[in-house]
């Protein structure tokens, strides 16, 4: 592949710039780490340096796609599986072992993977993390070669090839620390850009939204913002901090973002005065309104572990993965500064998608009741569906349920308090119950 020259680089805009290192990183295969689990025995040592483990190296290639590396983390072995009090143990010595690899992307096809061997000891400032000193560390580094796709290790040798293999390296490293700047400048730009937006987006809530002069505010507020978004957003692709179908999902949802807030600023610019759009009148038009600020918030969401909402953070769940929206990148990657605190997400993230298993399979189980459209869990789908063709649907079901709850008042006031806030109106009893159905069926026709 050619590489376009320092000088040339320098022409370039932001724009052009990120196209190119886009084009870069859209031909440069996915580095593949083959973790080999390290024998538990291998923990009882007080001191530990890479050379104990060169046996967790058996099959490295110093070319290929995939490469062995040994991992191991005695916070999560068998024989440290036990709590004291409710609390998980420590170790009879007192602190842990944790050997990983880490593998950090650079531009023009230069990947770094940093095998890390760390000591966890009890952090008394911060219970919830321990404390990590750095016993010993091995960085090795690779390049992508194009024209074999395959990575090719690059090794202090004098044999020939690896001599090739410098010269090829030093030639991308140059081209990258002349790139280092401007990329720090774009990615730190899109940060600050994100933070506004963040910060801006969560501070407002949909139920103080009802006047159009108040939802015109936010749409012109979330058009310049969107835009900003946009022109930075590719810099997260770029360095490697989102892959590339997140950032497909994310560009695409961006872009329909910004269609339904201009579509949206239409609508309402052809509104008389600032109309209170919660009266019965307009009702149509609020819950349309809703949606669309609903959509755009869920951009920039922020999410914490203590989060009850499954969807908060997240743009896209499947049976396979979770796709995290805007803000949850960067948590994600602030998060990744503490030792341990990674995997408390990922663990997260593991629960939610085999609940989201869990419930595509009911929902393609004819013989459950999926409670789909009633959050309270009271009544199936079924039951609700067969209001629609009363001639007054709302009340028809109101008054079923408060018959068949009439025992039972700690569901009857959860079901009324939910029936009020979802259903104000019978048009709003249709709409709503439309899109929950939509929704059941965007669940079913994933992945």
Not at 178 to 183: P, R, S, V
Request: a negative charge; aromatic letters at 14%.
């Amino acid at each position: 592949m050619n590489f376009l020259s320092v000088e040339q680089m320098n022409t370039l805009d932001v724009h052009e710039l990120l196209a190119y290192l886009e084009a870069i990183r859209d031909r440069t295969a996915d580095f593949k780490v083959k973790k080999n689990d390290i024998d538990e025995s291998m923990f009882s040592q007080e001191r530990m340096v890479v050379d104990d483990l060169s046996v967790y190296f058996n099959g490295y290639e110093n070319a290929g796609l995939e490469f062995p590396f040994p991992y191991g983390d005695t916070r999560r072995a068998e024989i440290h599986n036990y709590c004291f009090l409710g609390r998980k143990a420590i170790p009879w010595r007192g602190f842990h072992w944790s050997i990983r690899p880490v593998v950090k992307y650079k531009q023009h096809g230069v990947v770094e993977v940093t095998l890390m061997i760390e000591k966890l000891t009890f952090n008394r400032n911060n219970k919830k993390y321990d404390t990590a000193s750095l016993e010993d560390i091995e960085v090795k580094e690779y390049y992508f070669d194009y024209e074999e796709q395959l990575y090719k290790e690059v090794v202090d040798s004098q044999k020939n090839k690896f001599k090739e293999r410098k010269e090829e390296l030093a030639k991308r490293k140059l081209l990258n620390r002349a790139l280092n700047y401007q990329i720090e400048v774009i990615h730190s730009e899109y940060v600050k850009e994100l933070d506004k937006a963040a910060k801006y987006f969560n501070s407002i809530k949909q139920s103080t939204l009802s006047r159009v002069e108040e939802f015109r505010d936010f749409f012109e507020q979330a058009k310049g913002i969107l835009a900003q978004i946009k022109k930075y957003f590719k810099i997260k692709y770029v360095c490697a901090h989102v892959d590339r179908d997140n950032y497909d999902y994310l560009m695409d949802y961006i872009n329909k973002s910004i269609e339904k807030v201009s579509v949206a600023h239409q609508e309402i610019q052809m509104l008389n005065g600032d109309v209170n759009i919660r009266e019965d009148t307009n009702v149509s038009l609020n819950i349309y309104l809703h949606d669309v600020v609903s959509h755009i918030k869920n951009l920039f969401a922020e999410r914490s572990l203590k989060t009850s909402d499954k969807s908060c953070g997240f743009i896209k769940i499947t049976s396979e993965r979770v796709y995290y929206n805007l803000t949850h990148i960067e948590v994600m990657r602030l998060n990744a500064v503490e030792d341990g605190a990674l995997q408390e997400w990922y663990d997260m993230e593991s629960v939610i998608i085999n609940e989201f298993i869990e419930n595509k399979e009911n929902l393609l189980d004819s013989e459950v009741d999926d409670y789909f459209i009633d959050e309270t869990k009271n009544f199936s789908d079924k039951v609700v569906l067969s209001f629609l063709e009363e001639e007054d649907p709302r009340k028809s079901y109101f008054e079923f349920a408060f018959r068949e709850l009439k025992n039972d008042k700690q569901n009857r006031k959860a079901f009324m308090a939910y029936f009020d806030k979802v259903f104000p109106s019978d048009e709003s009893f249709d709409t709503y119950i439309q899109k929950k159905l939509q929704e059941k069926r965007e669940i079913l026709r994933k992945d």
